[in-house]
């Protein structure tokens, strides 16, 4: 018994050496803190594929939606995407729909009720301040956050561009 025991020690001796350590890019990843830009396109991100998880039947039998959250540096927005991938082109009416009812979806999680912002700015632009601060503390940020969160659903064809904060949308060829 006492053999074996001593054997298991070495074992694991031996196993422990073995062990990778992450190289420089990873270190560097590990120590990078995430800003509260970061975590609120994460928060959105989270929110808006919510939207859809919970209520897949949502946009009917439609082909696969992809939907991610993202800052283009270009144009200084926030770009809420859903990317449709089809092996056949999406009709300009059926995008029409598609779109609508995705916008409805994403406007109404953001705090958007007929047109009607319910709150001084949208629940998206609350993700990004601080967690816990109340809405009577939001920044002049939020606000400006809100110019910046933009819809945009694409085909390989056609594209449905629209303010989340506003009204209307277009459908172009791409």
């Known amino acids: 018994m006492k053999k074996l025991m001593i054997l298991a020690s070495l074992l694991s001796m031996l196993t422990s050496a073995a062990e990778a350590?992450?190289?420089?890019?990873?270190?560097?990843l590990m120590s990078e803190p995430m800003s509260l830009f970061s975590f609120g396109l994460?928060?959105?991100?989270l929110s808006v594929r919510d939207i859809f998880e919970r209520a897949p039947g949502l946009l009917g039998e439609s082909p696969h939606i992809f939907f991610h959250v993202n800052y283009d540096w270009d144009q200084d927005k926030i770009i809420i995407s859903a990317n449709i991938l089809?092996?056949?082109?999406?009709?300009?009416?059926e995008m029409k729909r598609l779109c609508e009812t995705a916008l409805g979806a994403i406007r109404e999680d953001a705090g958007i009720v007929y047109g009607t912002m319910i709150g001084k700015t949208t629940i998206y632009a609350e993700y990004f301040t601080p967690l816990g601060f109340s809405r009577s503390s939001i920044t002049a940020?939020?606000?400006?956050?809100?110019?910046?969160?933009f819809f945009q659903m694409r085909t390989k064809e056609l594209s449905c561009d629209a303010p989340v904060v506003g009204d209307g949308y277009a459908i172009t060829k791409r």
Not at 21 to 28: D, T
Request: hydrophobic share 30%; charged share 30%; proline share 7%.
């Open 42 to 45: 994460y928060r959105t991100e």
């Open 21 to 28: 350590e992450p190289g420089p890019s990873v270190e560097r």
């Open 86 to 93: 089809s092996a056949s082109e999406v009709s300009r009416n």
């Open 141 to 149: 940020a939020a606000a400006e956050i809100d110019g910046m969160l």
